[in-house]
T-cell receptor, first 116, second 113 residues
């Protein structure tokens, strides 16, 4: 079946512009995660959605970052007034219902963001 | 939160076994041990997980020390496609924060033909 998809695959923007990154999770998956991978920083958690519960935003690095998940499916990560340090690969993952942290997370291919 | 320690890199010859160690001396009783790997230019993918007993699946085996302070991921016959960064991750079932994956530096595996 179809895996997690993300768009765009690459995005180049100018400092100060806003960007939107999209994630389509695997159909039926109730949990959705955003991570980012920067050179020298490794993979870090940003935000987590589970069903209709309030999202866990504890990993968002600043208030320029926000995310929403519409209808419990597609998610959009928005970065306002982008800075050069926002350059990274942004990864989305989803996991199936059933509860428990034993659930596997399935990752998309990521969006490579470059802020000039 | 409990941390994991892995070697930065390892080399292996094709079709030979690879043993990837992970130390987690501060592991708690509710921590599951997960392994993910990340192939070049791809997102991470799940490999295996366990709690106390050794585990096997089609990708690998996971050997967990009796005191759970260390574990070893075993790739039985490395192929060139197994070249990746392998991450050992603890997930605490007792905490809501255990839903997220906390990645360390991982071990970069190089497979030589």
């Amino acid at each position: 079946g179809a895996g997690v998809s993300q768009s765009p695959s690459n995005k180049v923007t100018e400092k100060g512009k806003d960007v939107e990154l999209r994630c389509d999770p695997i159909s039926g998956h109730t949990a959705l995660y955003w991570y980012r991978q920067s050179l020298g920083q490794g993979l870090e958690f940003l935000i987590y959605f589970q069903g209709n519960s309030a999202p866990d935003k504890s990993g968002l690095p600043s208030d320029r970052f926000s995310a929403e998940r519409t209808g419990g499916s597609v998610s959009t990560l928005t970065i306002q007034r982008t800075q050069q340090e926002d350059s990274a690969v942004y990864l989305c993952a989803s996991s199936p219902p059933g509860g428990g942290i034993k659930e596997t997370q399935y990752f998309g291919p990521g969006t490579r963001l470059l802020v000039l | 939160d409990a941390k994991t320690t892995q070697p930065n890199s390892m080399e292996s010859n094709e079709e030979e076994p690879v043993h990837l160690p992970c130390n987690h001396s501060t592991i708690s009783g509710t921590d599951y041990i997960h392994w993910y790997r990340q192939l070049p230019s791809q997102g991470p993918e799940y490999v295996i997980h366990g709690l106390t007993s050794n585990v096997n699946n089609r990708m690998a085996s996971l050997a967990i020390a009796e005191d759970r302070k260390s574990s070893t991921l075993i790739l039985h016959r490395a192929t060139l496609r197994d070249a990746a960064v392998y991450y050992c991750i603890l997930r605490d079932v007792a905490k809501a924060a255990g839903n997220k994956l906390t990645f360390g530096g991982g071990t970069r595996v190089l497979v030589k033909p």
